[in-house]
């Protein structure tokens, strides 16, 4: 798989760890969405395909974010 940013050299689990732990899958999954989108400078096509994901279900994802009031990254022209 390649990525169109360079992925940090491995995690330490004491790294990982604070983030996952009382966090739920599906915030987590918010947040690497969201970081990817910005890593992406909000190119939606570029980070759906870093992450695996369809355009739609990347923006179905956006939209419900959206729509619980989180700040979404926008692409930059």
């Known amino acids: 798989m390649t990525h169109d ?3 940090p050299a491995s995690l330490a689990p004491s ?6 732990i009382g966090s739920t899958v599906g915030e987590i999954e918010r947040e ?9 400078d909000g190119n939606r096509t570029r980070a759906a395909r ?3 994901l369809s355009v739609r ?6 939209r419900q974010y959206s ?4 700040n979404v990254p926008v692409p930059h022209n």
């Not at 790294?15 to 996952?20: A, E």
């Not at 279900?57 to 956006?62: A, F, P, Q």
């Open 5 to 7: 940013f360079p992925l």
């Open 67 to 70: 729509a619980q009031g989180i």
């Open 32 to 40: 690497l969405v969201l970081q990817t989108l910005a890593r992406c």
């Open 57 to 62: 279900t990347m923006r179905n994802k956006i």
């Open 50 to 52: 870093v992450l695996g």
């Open 15 to 20: 790294d990982v760890v604070p983030l996952l």
